[in-house]
């Protein structure tokens, strides 16, 4: 039997047969992991520690500044400063679409007077046939047309001499109107319509 054998002899035969040197560098490997790992931690707390430092830093900056920003803002000098920007913002494109549609109108009233100083100059110093025709009419029709062109009235006259046709500008809007003279309506009815055209 196992128990009738000395203890001394049982010992020696279990410590022989036990081999616990596995165990002893297994054992110290992980202490020096254990080691490794905890210098390892201490680095990142003391670099966690550094970044929190900064960050605590920079953040009681931050704040020191925000109060100081919002100790001088004054929320209703802020509102009447963005109220005149507004204003102004408005009365500036107001001006400046009045001063395109003002650009438009004078744009449009030069090529009128490049057309005319075009055709002048082709009609030459005499004049077109049908001016020259009416400085032969005597003083008093050539005075009535010219009248009627400084109020910006071009009457024509077709090939028998009669008027039949008006062109009318008005360099106000910029456009001009022609109408056909018909002996069916009376003068009266022409000037009226004639006025308020320009």
């Known amino acids: 039997m196992l128990l009738d054998e000395d203890p001394a002899d049982l010992l020696r035969h279990t410590v022989q047969n036990l081999n616990i040197d596995p165990d002893k560098s297994a054992l110290e490997?992980?202490?020096y992991s254990l080691g490794r790992l905890g210098t390892i931690r201490d680095r990142q707390l003391y670099d966690a520690h550094s970044a929190l430092k900064k960050l605590s830093r920079t953040l009681s900056a931050l704040s020191t500044?925000?109060?100081?920003?919002?100790?001088?803002?004054?929320?209703?000098e802020h509102a009447t400063r963005i109220l005149a920007l507004d204003k102004q913002k408005f009365r500036i494109a107001k001006a400046a679409s009045e001063l395109e549609v003002e650009s438009e109108r004078l744009e449009q009233e030069l090529d009128g007077l490049k057309a005319r100083l075009h055709e002048l100059e082709a009609q030459g110093l005499e004049g077109s046939d049908n001016e020259r025709g009416l400085r032969e009419m005597g003083d008093e029709t050539l005075l009535k047309l010219k009248v009627y062109r400084s109020l910006g009235i071009e009457i024509e006259a077709d090939s028998t001499g009669n008027y039949t046709k008006a062109a009318i500008r008005n360099n106000q809007k910029g456009d001009v109107s022609v109408v056909n003279i018909d002996p069916?309506?009376?003068?009266?009815?022409?000037?009226?319509?004639?006025w308020q055209t320009l």
Do not use: L, M, P, W
Not at 65 to 76: F, I, L
């Open 184 to 194: 069916k309506f009376s003068r009266f009815f022409y000037a009226n319509y004639f």
């Open 29 to 31: 490997r992980i202490n």
């Open 65 to 76: 500044q925000h109060e100081d920003a919002r100790s001088s803002h004054s929320s209703s």
